[in-house]
């Protein structure tokens, strides 16, 4: 079973997101964006909005192989970092389904020096990101990573197990009440 969530782990978790608000508002003159924070060793996904905690959802799960800073395909590993929503499927087996932009230009950039990629592929996401098109969700990074509910999904197995091949999963009413924070556009921070 899981751990709950201890004192100290709030305190650090609101001191991280305190930092990134601090950060954040320095990039934008508009601070009343709202954006999403995940931890992923507290398992909560929090919706911010004007420098304040609107929604804290408990029990996420995330990919069954842990978080990295450099995934690829198949390793069913949360990526961590800064992502923004690009595509929202209303229709999905999951309930509902918020695509990140996932590789971003930051992951492409790193597994090409890694030798993850070659040099064509990573042109290629170059590109979408140039003309701010969705990347390609087909390279060796992998795809499809987003939020999502856990559709007809067995609700003790999201309760008790990470089971996502990557992606941040919240149990279907709580992806319904995130819905009213999520547009294209909104940024989405993975940490670990």
């Not at 990573?122 to 969700?137: H, I, N, R, T, Y």
């Not at 992606?167 to 670990?192: D, F, P, R, Y």
Request: charged share 20%; proline share 2%.
């Amino acid at each position: 079973m899981r751990k709950t969530i201890s004192q100290a782990g709030v305190v650090i978790t609101l001191s991280i997101v305190l930092l990134l608000l601090d950060g954040l508002s320095s990039l934008s003159a508009d601070t009343n964006i709202p954006f999403i924070y995940i931890n992923t060793t507290e398992r909560t996904l929090s919706v911010i909005d004007s420098g304040k905690t609107k929604a804290v959802f408990a029990n996420i799960s995330i990919g069954k192989g842990g978080t990295s800073k450099l995934r690829k395909r198949g390793d069913s590993k949360t990526p961590l970092g800064e992502f923004n929503i690009v595509w929202i499927n209303h229709a999905s087996r999951y309930r509902l389904f918020f695509g990140l932009d996932f590789p971003n230009i930051d992951y492409a950039r790193r597994a090409y020096q890694a030798k993850i990629i070659d040099l064509s592929e990573f042109e290629s996401l170059q590109k979408s990101f140039a003309q701010k098109a969705v990347p390609s969700q087909e390279t060796q990074l992998g795809g499809y990573i987003g939020i999502h509910g856990i559709g007809n999904g067995d609700l003790k197995t999201h309760l008790t197990f990470n089971w996502t091949d990557g992606c941040i999963a919240l149990t279907n009413k709580q992806i319904l009440q995130l819905a009213e924070w999520i547009n294209i556009g909104t940024k989405v921070i993975i940490a670990s």
